[in-house]
C-alpha cells in the first residue's frame, strides 16, 4: 500500500554536491535508492514546511500513525537544510539538543556518530490547566 503509484521496479540513483557533505570528500557523492525498500521519495520544495506523517507498519500491515514526536535522520551526511521555526517558535523552553552539542558531550568516545544521539531530552514542558 505505502508504494502505489510509483515505480518500484528499478533502483534510481542521485548525486548529493561534495560542498553539501559533512565530511570533505573530494567528489560529488553518488547515492542509490531503492524504492522497494523505501517507498516513493517525497519532492517538497525548499521553502514548503515540511513534517512528514509517519504510518508504522508491522510487515505488510497498518498499524497506526506515529503521533509522537520524532527526528528525522539523514544517514548520507548532508548539511544542506535548514529549520523554518526557531526554538522559541517551537515552544522549547530549554535549548534543544543539536549534532553540535551532541557531538561536544561524548568528545573523546569511540561512539558511533549514530550512537550518541540521546538520551532524548524534553525542552516543551506542558502546564495542567
Known amino acids: 500500500p505505502y508504494l502505489s503509484g510509483c515505480e518500484t521496479n528499478n ?14 570528500v573530494e567528489n560529488d557523492v553518488t547515492v542509490a535508492y531503492n524504492r522497494k525498500i523505501f517507498g516513493c521519495p517525497i519532492r517538497v520544495y525548499y521553502k514548503t ?34 529549520y523554518n521555526t526557531t526554538m522559541r ?16 558531550y561524548h568528545k573523546g568516545s569511540y561512539l558511533n556518530r549514530e550512537d ?6 524534553n525542552v516543551i514542558f506542558l502546564m495542567p490547566y
Open 116 to 121: 550518541i544521539w540521546g538520551p532524548w531530552v
Open 11 to 24: 533502483i534510481t540513483f542521485y548525486k548529493i554536491p561534495r560542498s553539501a557533505l559533512r565530511e570533505p
Open 89 to 104: 517558535e517551537a515552544g522549547c523552553q530549554q535549548e534543544a539538543q543539536t549534532w553540535k552539542s551532541m557531538l561536544y
Open 49 to 82: 514546511p515540511f513534517k512528514p506523517v509517519l504510518k508504522l507498519y508491522m510487515g505488510e500491515k497498518f498499524i497506526n500513525i506515529v503521533y509522537a514526536n520524532y527526528i528525522i535522520w539523514e544517514v548520507q551526511g548532508r548539511t544542506d537544510f535548514y
